[in-house]
DNA sequence: CTACTGACCTGTTTGC
DNA sequence: TGCAAACAGGTCAGTA
């Protein structure tokens, strides 16, 4: 499932492969691609011809083309990949996949970028970029990009300014990790080997937990996805690939996610599965105590 | 305002 | 064998 690290591999394919180029021609097929652009397929196709690509810009998950159009402002062509979605780089001759809801044609010829999505949790939307009131930013962050918080992996990131947003939520530490608006970037499989790594059960509360718990949880998010990142992230079939359609190997690293009834790495108990948001939690029973305190609901 | 739930999707796996 | 249910889960509209 593309969470920050995926994201971010997806992101450097497409600096290769479409920086500098100049959009010819777009492709929507339905309108549910573009349910997020409130002026529907037809409009993005037509607004995002002839835009070269100047930059593609990255926040936890959601992803950015930065375009110049030929007379107008810079404006960004938003893309989140949901779930199951994928930005493919291939000859515009290459076989269309069954769920291909977007084609891009360059004006060199060369190979075309594609939106392909299983599920179409994913999306794209063509917005304007406002200035980023976390910090200086070469673009600035497309509209609906502004309510997302800073990923741990970006300058902007303000560890103390984050561990203090946690422990004012009332509620469950997992919950508070997963919500885009305190910490972005992170998702199930990432908050799981998070918490793993720093011992800490995610149904605790942000507010019963010490600054520097909360502070080591984030550390350990954010040494998560450098590693993923650097195996070229997580998959654990073909749902989520780069820009090429290969698969990352971090699934070989996971600790505690997907992994019921293996044993800990750290201890040899049982890592146990429970539903959680209706998801799943792994968690390893011994190192990851439950709080002792649950409240009811 | 905050916390929380359900809906959106479809291919694959599991269970009877 | 066949069919149904369970499962995967990021985001946001809507509710309490």
């Known amino acids: 499932m593309p969470e920050l690290p995926e994201v971010e591999v997806v992101r450097r394919g497409l600096q290769d492969h479409v920086v ?21 397929p037809a409009d993005l196709a037509a607004r995002v011809a002839g835009s070269r690509v100047r930059a593609v810009d990255r926040r936890g998950k959601y992803l950015w083309l930065v375009l110049d159009p030929p007379h107008d402002d810079p404006q960004a062509l938003v893309v989140h990949l949901g779930m199951s979605g994928q ?18 044609d360059f004006a060199d010829d060369g190979p075309q970028l594609r939106f392909v999505d299983q599920r179409t949790f994913g999306g794209l939307a ?25 990923d741990p992996l970006e300058p902007a990131f303000d560890r103390a300014a984050t561990v203090r947003r946690v422990r004012a939520k009332d509620t469950e530490l997992k919950r508070v990790l997963l919500d885009q ?3 972005s970037g ?22 019963a937990l010490t600054g520097p718990t909360i502070g080591r949880v984030l550390d350990h998010a954010a040494d ?15 749902l989520y690939v780069n820009v090429n359609g290969a698969s990352g190997y971090f699934d070989r690293s996971l600790a505690a996610y997907g992994q019921a009834g293996r044993p800990c790495p750290r201890c040899g108990t049982a890592i146990v ?14 190192c990851q105590p439950r709080p002792r305190v649950r409240r009811p609901g």
């Open 87 to 104: 930005l493919l780089v291939e000859p515009p001759d290459a076989p269309r996949e069954k769920h291909l809801h977007a084609a891009f």
């Open 186 to 207: 992170v998702g199930n499989i990432y908050a799981d080997e998070a918490l793993w790594r720093a011992g800490v059960h995610g149904r605790r509360r942000g507010a």
């Open 273 to 286: 599965r429970e539903e959680f948001m209706n998801r799943s939690s792994h968690f390893c029973p011994r």
């Open 224 to 238: 998560v996805m450098r590693e993923a990142l650097g195996q070229g992230g997580t998959s654990f079939d073909a």
């Open 181 to 183: 608006t305190v910490v």
């Open 20 to 40: 500098g180029r100049t959009v010819e021609r777009a492709v929507l097929t339905g309108a549910r691609v573009a349910r997020r652009h409130g002026a529907g």
């Open 126 to 150: 063509l917005a304007g970029l406002a200035p980023d009131r976390h910090g200086p930013r070469a673009y600035g962050i497309p509209e609906p990009v502004l309510h997302i918080a800073p």
